[in-house]
């Protein structure tokens, strides 16, 4: 009973430190938990893991809502009994200009492109090639940004309000 309560108020705790942050300026307390974080980055408050000092994130990086930064495998535990020391970790890069959507899950010893979206809901365990979109489970290449841009672009041109 004491460790659920501890629990709960370090959940608390850490909730309450949260707020005094926005998405503009959370890198400020990811930085200090270890992470290395770009400029102009908006990030939705979110934990990094275990080990954020694992996490770096380029510049001009947007990370919705949601999204898990798994940088430690704890599947090394049914290797115990042969190994009890036993870690797998890695880092997780996501390069310049990324977009990664809302509650997508990021695992260990990957990279992520430099202008590269990962769709909501994603599954990443492996890299992410520069300029691509990728998106599912696990995910996968989906399209290239630079088409992606045109469709937007069409689009922007049909639904514009006339006085913008």
């Excluded at 704890?74 to 970790?89: C, I, M, S, Y």
Aim: net charge positive; with cysteine.
């Amino acid at each position: 009973m004491y460790k659920l309560i501890i629990g709960i108020i370090k959940r608390i705790k850490h909730s309450l430190e949260l707020r005094k942050y926005n998405r503009l300026t959370i890198a400020e307390y990811l930085r200090k938990q270890g992470a290395q974080i770009g400029e102009g980055c908006s990030i939705v408050p979110t934990r990094l893991g275990t080990e954020p000092y694992l996490v770096k994130i380029g510049n001009h990086v947007t990370i919705a809502l949601g999204v898990w930064f798994i940088t430690h495998d704890g599947g090394t535990w049914l290797f115990r009994k042969e190994v009890p020391d036993l870690q797998a970790f890695g880092p997780i890069i996501i390069e310049d200009n990324c977009v990664i959507g809302q509650n997508a899950i990021l695992f260990p010893n990957i990279r992520i492109g430099r202008n590269s979206i990962v769709g909501a809901g994603s599954v990443v365990i492996t890299d992410v090639p520069p300029d691509t979109i990728v998106m599912g489970i696990p995910a996968r290449p989906f399209g290239s940004v630079a088409k992606y841009k045109e469709k937007c672009i069409e689009r922007w041109g049909v639904q514009r309000p006339p006085d913008v």
